[in-house]
T-cell receptor
Framework: GNSVTQMEGPVTLSEEAFLTINCTYT??????LFWYVQYPGEGLQLLLK?????DKGSNKGFEATYRKETTSFHLEKGSVQVSDSAVYFC??????????FGGGTRLMVKP | NAGVMQNPRHLVRRRGQEARLRCSPM?????VYWYRQLPEEGLKFMVY????????ESGMPKERFSAEFPKEGPSILRIQQVVRGDSAAYFC?????????????FGPGTRLLVL
């Protein structure tokens, strides 16, 4: 079956540090890949996505590249801010469009 | 353009009662998905519906849970005879065409607490 594995948190960084959250997937086929962010008490918001191999999704300084050879979609940001503190979910979508999520990674950014 | 609406935002039920969760998709969207998030876990797919049709309910528990998306009105997730293990956040998402590369837009969720 399809699955997504992402690094466990919490990840604690100082402001302006470099961020990497690892995400790997297993899928029967060629999925679309997504990163969603969840702020406390809220629903999920799409952060970025990539729909085919070698595509790079980017938004608000975050980026991730769809790597078919390593089945990965790692999230990166060059300089995090306190306001980036949230839970980040990697997800894939295949036939039927239901999303399969990773377990989430909590990011805490300290001033 | 209003986003995905869910109500209630918080719902408290005693064991054995029924819970009804409502979801109004974004305007122009006819595909609705329900997900459940248990405490400190990721989201798990439950059911995918189009107007008047259940497309995929492979993630739905076989008993006590049902979902509908009528021609008029919101989608409803219904949980009968709730148990403590049903306590979770339930999120609804919608999309316009149901393609795998489409973005799903999420509502704020309903947080169900079973006492």
């Amino acid at each position: 079956g399809n699955s997504v594995t992402q690094m466990e948190g919490p990840v604690t960084l100082s402001e302006e540090a470099f961020l990497t959250i690892n995400c790997t997937y297993t899928a029967t086929g060629y999925p679309s890949l997504f990163w969603y962010v969840q702020y406390p008490g809220e629903g999920l918001q799409l952060l970025l996505k990539a729909t085919k191999a070698d595509d790079k999704g980017s938004n608000k300084g975050f980026e991730a590249t769809y790597r078919k050879e390593t089945t990965s979609f790692h999230l990166e940001k060059g300089s995090v801010q306190v306001s980036d503190s949230a839970v980040y979910f990697c997800a894939l979508s295949l036939r039927g469009n239901m999303l399969t999520f990773g377990g989430g990674t909590r990011l805490m950014v300290k001033p | 353009n209003a986003g995905v609406m869910q109500n209630p935002r918080h719902l408290v039920r005693r064991r054995g009662q029924e819970a009804r969760l409502r979801c109004s998709p974004m305007k122009g969207h006819s595909h609705v998905y329900w997900y459940r998030q248990l405490p400190e876990e990721g989201l798990k797919f439950m059911v995918y519906l189009q107007k008047e049709n259940i497309i995929d309910e492979s993630g739905m528990p076989k008993e006590r849970f049902s979902a509908e998306f009528p021609k008029e009105g919101p989608s409803i997730l219904r949980i009968q005879q709730v148990v403590r293990g049903d306590s979770a956040a339930y999120f609804c998402a919608s999309s316009s065409q149901g393609f795998s590369q489409e973005t799903q837009y999420f509502g704020p969720g309903t947080r169900l607490l079973v006492l």
